[in-house]
């Protein structure tokens, strides 16, 4: 049987540098028990579940400034706009 979820560990620095562009560190927020290590994971699976990893990257090479919220597309945006302070 075929896995049909993206590579985790793209999807792990997908997810990570989508909140880094938005001055987001999810190891902080992890820290202060704002996200468990179980949201987390279920972040990264989300994201590996998507089929916007191409265009993400492109987002991601795109921000030449800090973002104020997640892309639209991105399937966790929802839970990264919650996290931001």
């Given at each position: 049987m075929?896995?049909?979820?993206g590579?985790?560990?793209?999807?792990?620095?997908?997810?990570?540098?989508?909140?880094?562009?938005?001055?987001l560190?999810?190891?902080?927020?992890?820290?202060?028990?704002?996200?468990?290590?179980?949201?987390?994971?279920?972040?990264?699976?989300?994201?590996?579940?998507?089929?916007c990893?191409?265009?993400?990257a492109?987002?991601?090479?795109?921000?030449?400034?800090?973002?104020d919220?997640?892309?639209e597309?991105?399937?966790?945006?929802?839970?990264?706009?919650?996290?931001?302070?």
């Open positions: 075929k896995d049909i979820l590579d985790v560990e793209k999807h792990f620095w997908l997810t990570r540098s989508v909140a880094r562009c938005m001055n560190s999810l190891t902080e927020a992890m820290t202060e028990g704002l996200l468990s290590a179980e949201r987390y994971a279920e972040m990264v699976t989300k994201c590996r579940a998507a089929d990893s191409e265009t993400c492109i987002w991601l090479a795109e921000q030449q400034a800090k973002a919220k997640a892309p597309f991105c399937v966790n945006a929802q839970a990264l706009n919650a996290l931001k302070p």
